[in-house]
């Protein structure tokens, strides 16, 4: 039981460049999320989704696709990178589907914009 | 907007000592709250959590205190050991509707326990 894993670690990335980070989990949960951590402002929200097929923005969407496909996979996708989204992004899971219940967390992808 | 805040970046503490940590909340929609905790270099996890219902929980030496009416909560760590320094983050979630599900942080307190 891997939990929530999340890939690549690192990434370097240069203005306009399009990426995809990557997130699974092997628990069989509902509920996933993205979060990104940036120094002074905690962990803000920037897409959920509360099973296969269904996905909504957070706070801070801007900038960011989703798709959820299958329950395990929940993949970010940088559409057209921006200095300003250099950050921590992190992956989250939940047994709830509303998301109430505990939420367990990958391990993060930093990601830099330059 | 910050509905959800740390007033306090750090927090020092010695060995076997208690360890108070707060957090203020705005938005009176909130119904839930809880505390994660979080080592350099991974993800954060789960400690505890509260119910609006209630005005404590505990976990070991893990206790969640809730004031709804002055919007703030506390996290207690007795006693205090070096494996406790670490972010600790607090969080908050609304009930239903446009809520449902989402997390909302606030910026998180470094707690330093030293032997």
């Known amino acids: 039981n891997a939990g929530v894993t999340q890939t690549p670690k690192f990434q370097v990335l240069k203005t306009g460049q399009s990426m995809t980070l990557q997130c699974a989990q092997d628990m069989n949960h509902e509920y996933m999320s993205w979060y990104r951590q940036d120094p002074g402002m905690g962990l803000r929200l920037i897409h959920y989704?509360?099973?296969?097929?269904?996905?909504d923005q957070g706070e801070v969407p801007n900038g960011y696709n989703v798709s959820r496909s299958t329950t395990e996979d929940f993949p970010l996708r940088l559409l057209s990178a921006a200095p300003s989204q250099t950050s921590v992004y992190f992956c989250?899971?939940?047994?709830?589907?509303?998301?109430?219940?505990?939420?367990?967390f990958g391990p993060g992808t930093r990601l830099t914009v330059t | 907007d910050q509905q959800v805040k740390q007033n306090s970046p750090s927090l020092s503490v010695q060995e076997g000592r208690i360890s108070i940590l707060n957090c203020d909340y705005t938005?009176?929609?909130?119904?839930?709250f809880l505390w994660y905790k979080k080592y350099p270099a991974e993800g954060p996890t789960f400690l505890i959590s509260i119910s609006s219902i209630k005005d404590k929980n505990e976990d070991g030496r893990f206790t969640v205190f809730l004031n709804k009416s002055a919007k703030h909560l506390s996290l207690h760590i007795v006693p205090s050991q070096p494996g406790d320094s670490a972010v600790y983050f607090c969080?908050?979630?609304?009930?239903?509707?446009?809520?449902?599900?989402?997390?909302?942080f606030g910026q998180g307190t470094i707690l330093t326990v030293h032997p």
């Open positions: 989704s509360v099973g296969a097929g269904i996905t």
């Open positions: 938005n009176s929609m909130f119904d839930y």
């Open positions: 989250a899971s939940s047994y709830s589907a509303s998301g109430r219940g505990e939420q367990y």
């Open positions: 969080a908050a979630s609304g009930a239903g509707g446009t809520s449902y599900g989402k997390l909302t």
